[in-house]
């Protein structure tokens, strides 16, 4: 009996191992992102497997870090369901994003909680914010729909189908036709007293609206479908996008909005110059794909460049340990997006970014007392000195990294 039970276990390992190696080689063809394995398969990769496919114990250690992650947010989730500060639903939104793309035990408890919190943040005109008087941005109505938008359809819940119709409907009602530089994007809030959109609420409605687009196939027949502007939206990366004239440190990335960067300034030939920067760039490759720009577009292939020219995972390119969990994260969404699964650095030298993402993220997880994994940004800008909102960024990014979950 002990022999048979050996047997039948090469067996399954052995078939195991060819499966694997024939789903290696069409990976190899295609280049689009791996399924993660299973706790049960057994595999073997070469010292030449194709990029995408990650190395098994990279792959067993991803797996684990996710689930300590998410074990960690179970033990953080509040009795009604919020994680976090209760004022910005966004907050809430995204470590839902995280249960939603996972399989977790308690997963469908803490999913319930959360679209039940999420819920009572829903307000009269469609959006899912708060309204804070005296803030900078108000509730950030803009940023906290798109968030909560894009989560809640993560979920797959037939029932929140008429909270997702009217959220699209807020978010393009938000879309600024001003006739200035800021035309075409979003910004926090669209009540505000003065014109301002940026990139980092633009690429969050801009994947909300993508993500949801299905769904205005559900809207009543007497209703008119509802939609961004994204032919503006267009113009907005355009104008926003640094340019060759904007000498070869900036060239093909993106600064934070058309008169701001968040990484300072320089002065080119008597020119004011945004800096390009790593999160920002990234975030603006994202957008372009969003808006239907192809990956041979001279545009996603410039941001694409500057991306690789400054590639490091040591810090945000440009900002320091500013927003470093946020660069992960949209570094991921972003590249996952492109289809690019090895980066070329020159030299011969190639690395697949997923292995390097995910090693640099298990390299920076915290673990509590009872095992619990966690991140959070000692360098508080961004709010990432929170560490619901570092730690939801950072197992979004090993998700898509390991690819339980591809975008767009």
């Known amino acids: 009996m ?79 369901g919020a994680w976090s500060d209760e004022n910005f639903p966004a907050l809430t939104a995204l470590p839902l994003w995280a249960f939603a793309m996972s399989d ?60 997702i119709l009217n959220a699209r409907k807020f978010i393009a009602g938000s879309q600024h036709f001003g006739g200035d530089i800021y035309k075409g994007g979003m910004g926090y809030d669209k009540d505000n007293e003065r014109a301002y959109t940026d990139l980092l609420n633009s690429v969050m409605a801009f994947e909300a609206m993508a993500q949801t687009a299905g769904v205005e196939s559900k809207r009543d027949s007497t209703e008119k479908h509802v939609d961004l502007n994204w032919a503006e939206a267009r113009a907005f990366l355009d104008r926003l996008q640094n340019k060759e004239e904007s000498g070869e440190e900036n060239a093909g990335g993106f600064p934070y909005r058309p008169d701001e960067s968040k990484a300072g300034e320089t002065n080119i030939e008597g020119r004011v110059v945004f800096r390009s920067y790593g999160s920002m760039t990234y975030a603006g490759l994202l957008a372009l794909i969003y808006s239907d720009v192809s990956r041979e577009d001279p545009r996603a292939k410039s941001a694409f460049d500057w991306s690789v020219k400054h590639w490091s995972l040591e810090e945000n390119p440009g900002m320091g340990h500013q927003g470093q969990y946020f660069f992960y994260n949209i570094l991921s969404k972003s590249l996952s997006a492109y289809g690019q699964n090895s980066i070329n650095l020159g030299d011969g030298q190639a690395i697949d970014w997923r292995e390097e993402v995910i090693k640099k993220l298990l390299s920076l997880q915290k673990i509590d007392e009872s095992g619990r994994g966690y991140w959070v940004n000692e360098t508080g800008r961004f709010w990432e000195s929170n560490p619901v909102l570092s730690t939801a960024y950072a197992v979004q990014a090993l998700q898509i990294a390991t690819g339980v979950r591809a975008t767009p």
């Not at 080689?25 to 073997?44: E, G, K, N, V």
């Not at 496919?53 to 509040?78: C, F, G, H, Y």
């Not at 909680?113 to 109505?141: H, M, N, P, W």
Request: net charge neutral.
């Open 104 to 163: 977790h035990p308690q997963k469908a408890k803490v999913i319930d909680k959360a679209i039940a919190f999420i819920l009572t943040c829903v307000r009269d005109d469609g959006g899912i914010y708060s309204e804070l008087k005296g803030q900078k941005g108000g509730g950030l109505s803009n940023y906290n729909t798109a968030i909560c938008l894009t989560s809640l359809q993560a979920t797959g819940r037939e029932d929140l189908v008429p909270v």
């Open 2 to 80: 002990k022999v048979a039970k050996v047997l039948v276990g090469t067996i399954t390992a052995v078939v195991a191992v060819m499966a694997f190696s024939v789903a290696a080689y069409a990976q190899d063809l295609s280049d689009s992102p791996p399924s993660p394995p299973s706790d049960s398969t057994i595999l073997t990769v070469s010292a030449h497997k194709p990029a995408g496919i990650l190395d098994l114990s990279v792959a067993n250690e991803a797996t684990a870090a996710i689930n300590r992650t998410l074990d960690w947010l179970v033990a953080n989730q509040k009795d009604n």
